[in-house]
């Protein structure tokens, strides 16, 4: 069957099964009954990417309990082995020596028993006294509640901890009446207090108020639900997926266990809201007396809040790297396609390239990089310097493989006397960004660059900035406009935008993106605010897409220094 022809037969099918999609127990995602086994006939390799992780078919989504283990690092994520969109959830698993190649092994745990029959859905690994890993996870029991359970690994001395059993104690952890059986999932990583008592914190909502609500165990089988909520914030809906976890203050990089308090550590609490499908989080302390996270005064806590990842990036999970010191977090990147799309070409979903994240030393936010393990894949390198950037005339960067590539560039802009006013009203960057695209010329920006571009750039996305000036100081907003990323008109081009906290005194901001077929992760101000989209381009795909710099504003901007790199392919099976 052609490839047009397998899409419309596909779409057929969905237009008939919409009706039966939310038949089953609440969860995150749209569930179509009769597509989520439906097999693909063949995996279309346009628009898979080359280094960051996915399978070699079918649908992922949230990375779940990732850990560095005697030397060797675990990648657990929800998969359906059978198609290319949500269901039939396992834990697939992988394994890894560098963050970057994988090997594949056995799912770790997938529906076998009556608490997870239904579903075997997100959780984390923690590593308990002894060196003894133990995996909490959500399933979804018989009668459709969502409980919490422990699995363990067979075989201690497996270095890749191939088989993971589950005790017959489970579940461990029960909705009570209180709690809504169908909004109780995701168990953090837990850790111990100083009584020598474990927690841990699972998502919940009661109404509209998101919640994490904390147990305690002193053995790591029982556990009873503590007096207090960890924390809650009323009308955020939903929370999934949430994490906790201390770091360094004074803008050290050095990662913390998940155990340790104290003097000069603060706390983040992150959530991912399915409402919005957004990571949001805070930055405050959590007060191990009481068991409560309080976040600082300045930090909102809502949907306004602070966000790892302004575009595709969603259900994070971060990890402490004891091997390197470091806390390493990872996201999953959905599609911006359509699913009849999806299923055509046979997979959905990746993981973000893993991110090193710590505390900024303005102690306002957290500050995000791509773990160095990265540059490992770096091939032919392009170096620029000192070249201004002439208004409306984009400046090609060659001698790269531009849909495979690695791009770190520093701006100068000349002067920011006649920078644009900074309207107070303007509170929301997308919707800023969305009113002032690309094509907006402005006096300070858009200035950036243009990837996945075609040569006569009838397609391409572009990645840029625009600096204001407000009453104290300059805003400085980054954008990743897609609207011109693909000929084809079912897909999601939303534009993204986040402000960047920087100071301008030097009059330089800074961008790195690392362009991968139908992903560019975008990393701005030294990775203060980042945005990653998923792009189908249609026009000299394959070994033919440019990329270009360029400034649309009044303004001289420089390139101060490029350095650009293609990229080649990690070893993932």
Partial sequence: MGSLDLRFSIWVIFLCCFSLSRDVVEASHEVFLNLQ???????????????????PKNWINDPNGPMYYNGIYHLFYQYNPK????????????????????????????????????????????????????????????????????????NLADPYLKEWIKPSYNPVILPDKDINASSFRDPTTAWQGPDGQWRVVIGSKTGKEGTAILYKSKDFIHWEK??????????TGMWECPDIYPVSGGGRRDGLDTLVVGKGVKHVFKVSLDDTKLDYYTIGQYQHDTDQYVPDRESVDNKAGLRYDHGKFYA?????DAGKKRR????????????????????????????????????????????????????????????VLVKGEPLQIKGLTAEQADVDVE???????????????????????????????????????????SKGLEEYTAIFFRVFKAKQDHV???????????????????????FVDVN???RRISLRSLIDHSVVESFGGGGRTCITTRVYPTMDVEDQANLYVFNKGSETVKISKLKAWSMKKAEIA
Avoid at 49 to 54: D, R
């Fill in 37 to 55: 086994s439906f097999q693909p006939i063949t995996v279309s390799q346009n628009h898979r990417t080359g280094f960051h992780f996915q399978p």
């Fill in 83 to 154: 198609g290319a969109v949500w269901g039939n959830i396992e834990w697939a698993h992988s394994v890894s020596t560098d963050l970057i190649n994988w090997s594949p092994v056995e799912p770790a745990i997938y529906p076998s028993e009556k608490f997870d029959i239904n579903g075997c859905w997100s959780g984390s690994a923690t590593i308990l006294p002894g060196n003894k890993p133990v995996i909490l996870y959500t399933g979804v029991d018989q009668s459709n509640r969502q409980v919490q359970n422990a699995a363990i690994p067979k």
């Fill in 226 to 235: 503590a007096q207090h909520y960890l924390h809650s914030s009323k009308e």
């Fill in 316 to 320: 994070s999970k971060t990890f402490y």
């Fill in 328 to 387: 390493v977090l990872w996201g999953w990147m959905n599609e911006s396609d359509t699913v009849p799309n999806d299923i055509a070409k046979g997979w959905a979903g990746l993981q973000s390239i893993p991110r090193m994240v710590w505390l900024d030393k303005n102690e306002r936010q957290l500050v995000q990089w791509p773990v160095d393990e990265v540059e490992s894949l770096r091939d032919r390198k392009v170096k620029l310097f000192n070249k």
């Fill in 411 to 453: 701006f100068e802009i000349e002067s920011l006397e006649k920078a644009e006013a900074f309207d107070p009203s303007w509170t929301d960057p997308q919707i800023l960004c969305s009113h002032k695209g690309v094509e907006v010329e402005g006096v300070i920006g858009p200035f950036g660059l243009k990837v996945l571009a």
């Fill in 476 to 498: 400085v907003l980054m954008c990743s406009d897609q609207s011109r990323s693909s000929k084809e008109l079912d897909i999601d081009k939303t534009t993204y935008g986040g």
């Fill in 504 to 506: 301008m005194v030097d």
